[in-house]
Nanobody
Framework: QVQLVESGGGLVQPGGSLRLSCVAS????????MGWYRQAPGKQRELVAT???????NYADSVKGRFTVSRDNAKNTVYLQMNSLKPEDTAVYSC???????????WGQGTQVTVSS
């Protein structure tokens, strides 16, 4: 089993930046893809960014050019650097991880990001 814990959320003004972190822990495991989802009240859950074990990335059009996802395999950690934040980025951000040879997805508890003046 794997546990994921996010940190780094908070309140920022439009145009500001935040860096989210997500640490995976548990018994012996090997993570294939991991990344970030977000969900705002009344909206569908959105896949924000993904990153493979080798470092290949994909981004939602809504964050392309502003967000950067990265990972440190030695630390079992994935990051989301968020720049030029907009009020529409306000949401609960959750990290996820997919393990080799497993179908199910592991989720973190989520961290709140609020962009407001």
């Amino acid at each position: 089993q794997v546990q994921l814990v996010e940190s780094g959320g908070g309140l920022v003004q439009p145009g500001g930046s935040l860096r989210l972190s997500c640490v995976a822990s548990g018994t012996s495991f090997s993570i294939n893809n991991m990344g970030w989802y977000r969900q705002a009240p009344g909206k569908q859950r959105e896949l924000v960014a993904t990153i493979s074990r080798g470092g290949s990335t994909n981004y939602a059009d809504s964050v392309k050019g502003r967000f950067t996802v990265s990972r440190d395999n030695a630390k079992n950690t994935v990051y989301l650097q968020m720049n030029s934040l907009k009020p529409e980025d306000t949401a609960v951000y959750s990290c996820y991880a997919n393990l080799y040879y497993q179908v199910n997805t592991y989720w973190g508890q989520g961290t709140q990001v609020t962009v407001s003046s």
